[in-house]
T-cell receptor
Framework: EADIYQTPRYLVIGTGKKITLECSQT?????MYWYQQDPGMELHLIHY???????EKGDLSSESTVSRIRTEHFPLTLESARPSHTSQYLC??????????FGSGTRLTVV | QKEVEQNSGPLSVPEGAIASLNCTYS??????FFWYRQYSGKSPELIMF????GDKEDGRFTAQLNKASQYVSLLIRDSQPSDSATYLC???????????????FGKGTHLIIQP
């Protein structure tokens, strides 16, 4: 049973386009996170939220932005996609005591 | 700077043997310890967590924690080819500030189980 839902699963888009990666959850988790991960590489935290109207930048500088208008949704937006944004984006929620649940991820390719 | 160190591997283990994955951490205030499994191209999946010193067993998996030595390990008994994946160690300190709510990930160990 998946708690975290991410769409789309795969996305190929042209340079300069605006994109929004969706992340939603049905369990009422307050704390949510966005990670970026290149193939075979480590996870990098790019954004997190502790609840509605709370958003913070993570450890890795990112040109993306996030919003948290409702507890259930934590979308990530790139205003102008570039090839350097090609990566996998993972959304996660904290289930308590530090245990994360991850979504299936969005694999983004910018051409 | 909180650090979680893992040998990146690859760690190659024959099928049926015990795979031993190790992790050290620098934050003495850490209270919870997690092992995630990540298959290539997939998202991490939580497989074990441990809070207290000693061993915790779940099926073929055993997590071991030694807070004095700041060391946590994962043993996989009767290794199967399906266990081939990257294993991420994560350490949680609820009282630390900064991003990720106090959770710090290691870079992961790539495990290969050879048939």
């Amino acid at each position: 049973e998946a708690d975290i839902y991410q769409t789309p699963r795969y996305l190929v888009i042209g340079t300069g386009k605006k994109i929004t990666l969706e992340c939603s959850q049905t369990m009422g988790h307050d704390k949510m996170y966005w990670y970026q991960q290149d193939p075979g590489m480590e996870l990098h935290l790019i954004h997190y939220s502790y609840g509605v109207n709370s958003t913070e930048k993570g450890d890795l500088s990112s040109e993306s932005t996030v919003s948290r208008i409702r507890t259930e949704h934590f979308p990530l937006t790139l205003e102008s996609a570039r090839p350097s944004h090609t990566s996998q984006y993972l959304c996660a929620a904290l289930k308590g005591q530090g245990g994360y649940t991850f979504g299936s991820g969005t694999r983004l390719t910018v051409v | 700077q909180k650090e979680v160190e893992q040998n990146s591997g690859p760690l190659s283990v024959p099928e049926g043997a015990i795979a031993s994955l190790n992790c050290t951490y620098s934050d003495r205030g850490s209270q919870s310890f997690f092992w995630y499994r990540q298959y290539s191209g997939k998202s991490p999946e939580l497989i074990m967590f441990i809070y207290s010193n000693g061993d915790k067993e779940d099926g073929r998996f055993t997590a071991q924690l030694n807070k004095a030595s700041q060391y946590v390990s994962l043993l996989i008994r009767d290794s199967q080819p399906s266990d081939s994946a990257t294993y991420l160690c994560a350490v949680y300190n609820p009282h630390s500030g900064g991003g990720a709510d106090g959770l710090t990930f290691g870079k992961g160990t790539h495990l290969i189980i050879q048939p």
